[in-house]
């Protein structure tokens, strides 16, 4: 069956079963357009990137330190979730006391306590733990890294240790979600029977899960935030992986909101009342190289002439607006942008000038492998913004094949590192995938420390700059936020000057919401708040 045929039987389904559900009121629903080919897992780490946690992370579920992302007008910062409160121990500043929230149940009715946060944190780190799950394990572990043991103090305290003093580490922690051990317990342990009977802590419940056809998401009414109690007492995520369909089934009222429509159709929905919703989003679309020995990106000149050879604004034209060119990792209003030397900007001549230095041309052509996504959440235009970058690098002299999957198995190539059979026996040597860049651990370190090359981390190309890593140890070890932002912009000159990557846009995360959608906040960052909406 094609694509938009099969979607449009299942939206047309969507009608009926909101039917079924109305009570004694006018239940309000909102339907979500969402770009992934498949509902991200439902246990308590979801998988398809950061952009998942908004749709199964943040709405089930609640990490110990929360991102604010129901605010707008300037970026978010961390926030208590289920700890009230985080400390270093002034005698051992490895050694983190998260004091925890109390009175706050599961939605099963279960209690959590000090035993749920260890146990979930056996879930993801400890493979010898019953309730281990590899499928969840495989998307956290890789955001955690400082993690090397933790312990229960009392019912409302526990104490995780990290592998080094790190003062960065709470970043770390909104992307480890706690789930209920209760549930778990009582649906035989099984983590796949979980996930369509889940159970955390968060603002929604979920109802009804159907595999790559939706998820059902109702109103927590005993939410332990009432300052973020859900607006709409339902939200339907339908995974609509096409841009063309998700803008048809938004037109034709079978949604509320999509995410990232296809730019030549802005016009159209404009025109028929829906409103285009963008913000400065912490989001950078590269190419990531591989640094490792045989890689045809290990030559300096090279990398350099990538950077080159790409008119941004073209990219930018080609997202019809919905992008910003990029300088770097970061955008130059940032505090750790600092002062590279190597400008990145379109000079094809200059980019020619080195790959002859290097010895290559357009008639005697580099060859390289990339691995790309279809598409989905974060990897905006894919398809069309690759084979644009396919063009201009040919002009260049570098001759670029593309490996293409389904977005989970980009994340799979990605957290496997280049070196990783996966990627290396298939001699691909950069991967297309785009970066949440919104804090100092995800912006920089995890990219910059040669201690994080797979499988410790996602220092994807195997980069190693022994100066960057004494400056990282320093921002470990220090906790003034002044001496931390003047060494994050070094490290980023860094990563800039040695060309890294091939930076191309920054997103601006677009939406398109129905007149009918109220309280639609777009937060500065891949997370997003939910519970705002009202319809």
Do not use: C
Request: proline share 7%; hydrophobic share 40%.
């Amino acid at each position: 069956m094609a694509l938009d045929k099969w979607i449009a039987r299942w939206l047309m389904v969507v009608p009926v079963a909101l039917a079924l559900h109305s009570g004694a009121h006018a239940e309000t629903v909102a339907r979500y357009g969402i770009s992934m080919a498949d509902i991200p897992l439902t246990t308590g780490q979801p998988d398809r990137g950061a952009g998942a946690y908004q749709f199964t992370g943040h709405t089930i579920y609640d990490p110990l330190i929360a991102w604010e992302a129901n605010i707008g007008t300037r970026p978010g910062k961390l926030i208590p979730g289920l700890a009230t409160e985080w400390k270093v121990d002034p005698k051992d500043q490895k050694k983190w006391l998260f004091t925890l929230r109390k009175g706050v149940k599961f939605h099963d009715g279960s209690d959590f306590k000090a035993d749920a946060v260890v146990w979930n944190l056996d879930k993801v780190l400890n493979d010898k733990a019953p309730q281990f799950d590899a499928k969840q394990s495989a998307q956290v572990r890789p955001r955690i890294p400082s993690i090397v043991s933790y312990r229960k103090v009392n019912d409302n305290t526990v104490e995780i240790t990290t592998k080094e003093v790190d003062a960065l580490f709470p970043y770390q922690l909104p992307w480890f979600l706690i789930s209920s051990p209760a549930q778990w317990e009582k649906v035989g342990r099984d983590w796949n029977k979980f996930a369509s009977q889940a159970s955390g802590t968060g603002p929604f419940k979920l109802d009804k899960l159907v595999p790559r056809e939706r998820a059902e998401l109702v109103k927590n009414a005993g939410y332990w935030d009432k300052s973020r109690l859900a607006q709409t007492d339902r939200v339907i995520l339908l995974p609509i992986p096409d841009a063309l369909t998700r803008a048809n089934a938004l037109l034709n009222g079978q949604v509320d909101i999509i995410e990232t429509p296809p730019p030549d159709v802005l016009p159209q929905l404009k025109s028929s009342g829906f409103k285009l919703v963008t913000n400065v989003t912490p989001h950078v679309w590269p190419y990531h190289f591989s640094t490792q020995p045989g890689s045809p990106w290990t030559d300096i000149r090279v990398r350099k002439a990538a950077n080159l050879a790409v008119d941004r604004s073209g990219i930018v034209a080609l997202m019809n607006g919905l992008a910003v060119p990029a300088y770097g990792q970061l955008d130059p209003t940032s505090p750790w942008f600092g002062k590279p030397t190597f400008k990145i900007k379109y000079d094809l001549a200059a980019a020619r000038a080195l790959m002859a230095q290097a010895g290559y041309s357009p008639s005697k052509p580099l060859k390289a492998k990339i691995v790309i996504a279809q598409g989905g959440t974060g990897q905006m235009l894919s398809l069309p913004m690759n084979e644009y970058i396919q063009q201009s690098l040919a002009e260049i002299g570098i001759q670029v094949q593309f490996e293409v999957v389904e977005l989970e198995t980009l994340y799979l190539h990605w957290r496997s590192g280049a070196k990783g059979d996966i990627n290396a026996g298939k001699g691909i040597t950069a991967i297309n995938l785009g970066y949440v860049t919104a804090d100092p651990f995800y912006a920089l370190t995890r990219f910059a420390d040669s201690r994080y090359v797979a499988p410790n981390g996602v220092n994807w190309g195997g980069w190693s700059n022994p100066k960057v890593d004494a400056e990282l140890d320093q921002i470990r070890t220090t906790f003034d936020v002044k001496t931390q932002d003047k060494l994050l912009a070094q490290v980023h000159q860094a990563m800039v000057d040695d060309a890294l990557m091939l930076w191309v846009v920054h997103d601006v995360n677009p939406h398109v919401i129905s007149p009918k959608v109220k309280g639609f906040i777009q937060a500065q960052h891949w997370f997003q708040d939910l519970t705002t909406i009202r319809m």
